[in-house]
């Protein structure tokens, strides 16, 4: 007997280990979701045997189980939904309305040359040859374009010619209206955040190296929580370190779930996948994916944000791609903007790092070249410093 006490402690061991394990095994398995419908194995959208996007041939089997082909992605975590979700800290974000208002008072304190240059040079007393090239080097340093400073250019002589007298106020005005014009409020700038033929709303975020695409996201994420709106965050940028805890946590300080791998180098198509078809089942408002940098030169990686795109309309239309920008990157800002559009047809700009620059004339240059709108600002560090962009409002902190 006492020759079989090490084996019958070992299975009884063993035993003990497979019941506490039983638990964790039934939540991970809730988590893969499996999909009704038949896929080519050869499907090059999906790719089988990559980490977090593997295609199962067979369905599984058992009861609850489906009947007929279905597939899965494994390493995905799928939070069921908001519930029981643990804040790291208790955060109200601010209404967008009172943002709005703080950042246009920072941007009208910020060092911006544009304005205030514009009106020192239209303000004085004589307006020969000198001052007007004196304005357009102004207007090309502030990264407004050839043709919107010719046009520009054009305007201002023909007004301050009929004008006459040049008051502060008279040219502050003038000023006024024709940026204006050239920053286009007729332009759409809304966010498309409705639910539509019973899925949510989905948005992609892209854009080069070190913008700051995953603190777009969780600050955009404070925006719509703020207008109540239900919201599902997707991390598929799989390939930097820590980036899906990182937003994660911006998830979790306003109560918003995040589906992420837990696989390093996990196919983020089948991570932005997983997201979506998680947004449909919970029923959310909006989910949003952020996605790896990449470098607007880089053939194959443009390819493979492609192919997150076309991967995620399998389920759902992708209402919004929004491209991050920093302003400080000026002309290099549109080439970027020009490529990404071409890929993935970037419907929205957002526009970060605009405070304390001379930066502002990017504005009117991308949307000249693109027709694409910029539709979030954002000039600061904080946690609230995304707003909604505004013409009207941009132009009148520029002029202070």
């Keep these: 007997m006492n020759d079989f006490l090490p084996l019958i402690l070992s299975i009884v061991a063993a035993l003990a280990v497979v019941g506490a394990l039983i638990p964790v095994l039934m939540k991970t398995r809730r988590n ?21 996007g593997t295609l199962l041939d067979e369905p599984p089997t058992g009861p609850g189980t489906a ?15 908001a519930a029981g979700l643990e804040k790291i800290t208790t955060d109200t974000p601010l209404p ?10 920072r941007l009208s304190r910020s060092n911006n040359a544009l304005g205030k240059g514009l ?22 340093m502030a990264d407004l374009g050839t043709e919107p400073t010719l046009q520009l250019m054009d305007a201002l002589r023909a007004r301050v010619k009929v004008l006459g007298t040049r008051s502060p106020d008279q040219v502050r005005e003038l000023l006024r209206e024709e940026l204006v014009k050239l920053v286009d409020p007729t332009m759409d700038r809304t966010l498309a955040t409705d639910r539509h033929d019973g899925k949510p709303a989905v948005m992609m975020v892209v854009g080069v190296n070190g913008v700051g695409k995953t603190t777009t996201v969780g600050k955009l994420a ?33 109560g918003v779930p995040t589906v992420k791998s837990d696989v390093d180098g996990a196919d983020p198509a089948s991570v932005a996948y997983e997201a979506v078809k998680a947004g449909i089942d919970q029923e959310v408002d909006v989910v949003m994916i952020d996605t790896a940098g990449r470098l607007q030169n880089k ?42 559009s ?17 930066k502002g004339g990017i504005v009117v240059a991308i949307q000249k070249s693109l027709g694409v709108p910029v539709k979030l600002i954002g000039l600061g560090e904080g946690a609230d410093d995304l707003a909604p962009f505004d013409a009207e409002s941009f132009v009148d902190a520029l002029l202070n």
């Design 32 to 52: 893969i979701k499996q999909y009704p419908g038949t896929r080519d194995a050869n499907d090059p959208e999906i790719p089988a045997g990559q980490p977090g």
């Design 67 to 81: 009947a007929g082909p279905t597939e899965t992605f494994s390493g995905v975590d799928v939070p069921d939904d």
């Design 96 to 105: 967008v309305a009172g943002r709005l208002v703080r950042l246009r008072e």
């Design 119 to 140: 009106l020192t040079l239209l303000s004085g007393d004589r307006i020969d040859e000198n001052v007007w090239d004196e304005v357009e080097e102004t207007l090309l």
């Design 222 to 254: 404070r925006v719509l929580v703020a207008e109540d709106k239900d919201v599902l965050l997707g991390a598929a940028d799989t390939f930097r370190a820590a980036a899906a805890e990182q937003l994660a946590t911006w998830g979790q300080r306003v």
């Design 299 to 340: 053939t194959g990686l443009m390819d493979e944000l492609g192919k997150v795109k076309r991967v995620v309309e399998k389920l759902a239309t992708v209402d919004e791609v929004l491209l991050v920008l920093d302003a400080t990157t000026g002309q290099n800002g549109l080439n970027q903007a020009r490529v990404f």
């Design 342 to 358: 071409e890929v993935v047809q970037v419907t929205g700009i957002v526009l970060t790092k605009l405070d304390g620059t001379a």
